[in-house]
């Protein structure tokens, strides 16, 4: 990989996410060389790729270039590759570009799309988990409109103005409160000769509320804005197949859909070589230590969605979210400059900062440690947070302008079908 040999202690890092990125920072100024690993050359902030979906956003807004984020550093690397394999008996990597070996290796690969084996839905409805998904996604929107004004078959026409959402937690709820808004401010007037009014959002949950890792007043409080917006909110529902035209769930109800988006779960991102039974935990995820090993090795730890932690507080592993990815990275940072420097390990302790969702304008929910709250100034507390973890003065700036053109407006002006999408059709 044309990498130079250091005196210092090689660290590898395969992920450049919350979790990546965050380690690499802490890393970066100490004796140690830094290696990071990555198939894509950007980090994706994936709680706002709904809106690069639904036309509120274009991609380089939530992007940014992993480069630029740690240059400046003598000691740090970047390759854009694919790990293939990890071997741990030779502490060495096998990449599409080459090998490599290490001194120690950090795992924070993340989390993929979980179909939980339904081939049917994988293939044939839409996943959100990547700009380049996100892209498809709008694109298939913006294109079934589109051809609805071709047809004159109304049943066909209400399949492709007929949107379904699988999955009750924030993606799913946040998507959907767009296409709502959507459908309101913006296809009446792009889709005069259109009866956009016939256009439908479904969510879909297969447990008794939508978003579950929230608090029941936070579930409550969301169900009603989406129903507000013409949402329509199935609970203890569990979509079972979709052949591209067709959903079938487990109950005598079903829907005729041109658009079904799967946003019902993730596991983990695993590689091979690490993927012996006694590692991993549920969905996938490689067990680890109160230091953030990999269970049965010394030199070798994961950190974020890839990583199960079991503790008291959370026997099941932290939440899949950006906040322990972050935290995780940056108190693995401090243990690898221990482990260097022969101090003791410091045990990780996730410290939860809460939760939120925003279902649409003026409309979202907040849940904090301490307190609990919705509505407008939930709305504003959630763009706040969101463009504080914005990588990047320009992309805090250029997102800031166009939710601030999108409030005044009332538009979104990203509605573009830059790269045409086609749909696998029904067999």
């Known amino acids: 990989m044309n ?12 992920g450049g996410g919350f979790g990546g990125i965050a380690l690499a920072k802490k890393l970066c100024k100490k004796e140690v060389q830094v290696v990071l690993i990555d198939k894509h050359n950007y980090h994706t902030f994936q709680p706002l790729l709904y809106q690069v979906s639904t036309g509120g956003l274009e991609p380089d807004s939530i992007a940014y270039p992993i480069r630029k984020v740690l240059q400046g550093y003598p000691n740090f690397y970047f390759r854009l590759a694919e790990v293939r394999r990890i071997n741990p008996d030779k502490q060495m990597l096998q990449t599409n570009i080459g090998e490599i070996d290490y001194d120690y290796l950090v795992v924070a ?25 996100s892209l498809n996604l709008r694109s298939l929107i913006l294109e079934n409109f589109e051809q609805a004004l071709l047809t004159d078959d109304l049943h066909e026409r209400d399949a492709l103005m007929n949107f379904v959402i699988v999955g009750g937690g924030p993606t799913g709820v946040e998507l959907a409160g767009a296409l709502a ?21 479904n969510l879909i949950q297969g447990s008794d509320r939508i978003l579950p890792a929230m608090s029941e007043i936070a579930s409550s409080k969301a169900e009603g804005f989406l129903e507000d917006l013409g ?24 829907f005729e859909s041109e ?6 779960g993730v596991k983990a991102a695993c590689i091979d070589g690490l993927d012996a039974k006694e590692l991993l935990c549920r969905g996938g995820r490689l067990r680890v230590n109160q230091f953030h090993q990999v269970e049965g090795f010394k030199e070798i730890f994961a950190i974020g969605d890839v990583a199960q932690m079991e503790t008291e507080a959370f026997p099941h592993g932290h939440p899949m979210m950006a906040q322990p990815a972050m935290q995780q990275g940056e108190n693995l940072g401090e243990n690898l400059v221990r482990i260097v420097e022969n101090k003791p390990l410091k045990p990780f302790v996730y410290k939860d900062k809460g939760s939120m969702a925003t279902v649409g304008r003026n409309k979202a929910v907040v ?16 763009m706040f947070v969101h463009l504080y973890f914005l990588i990047g003065f320009r992309n805090r700036v250029v997102v800031f ?3 601030v053109y999108n409030y005044i407006r009332f538009d979104r002006e990203a509605r573009l079908i830059i790269r045409p999408f086609k749909k696998v059709t029904a067999k």
């Open 3 to 14: 990498i130079p040999q250091s005196s210092f202690p090689r660290v590898i890092i395969i």
């Open 109 to 133: 690969t993340g989390s993929e799309t979980n179909f939980f084996g339904n081939k049917n839905i994988e293939t044939k409805g839409m996943a959100m988990k990547s700009i380049p998904q």
């Open 181 to 201: 808004e959507i459908k309101k401010g913006i296809l009446p007037k792009d889709y005069p000769d259109l009866d956009t009014r016939r256009a439908q959002i």
């Open 231 to 254: 949402v329509n909110v199935w609970k203890n529902i569990r979509v079972t197949d979709y052949d591209g035209k067709h959903v079938s769930t487990n109950t005598d109800t079903s």
């Open 259 to 264: 658009t079904l988006v799967w946003a019902a």
């Open 367 to 382: 849940d904090l440690p301490k307190f609990k709250f919705q509505g407008v100034f939930a709305w504003f507390v959630w």
């Open 401 to 403: 302008i166009n939710w």
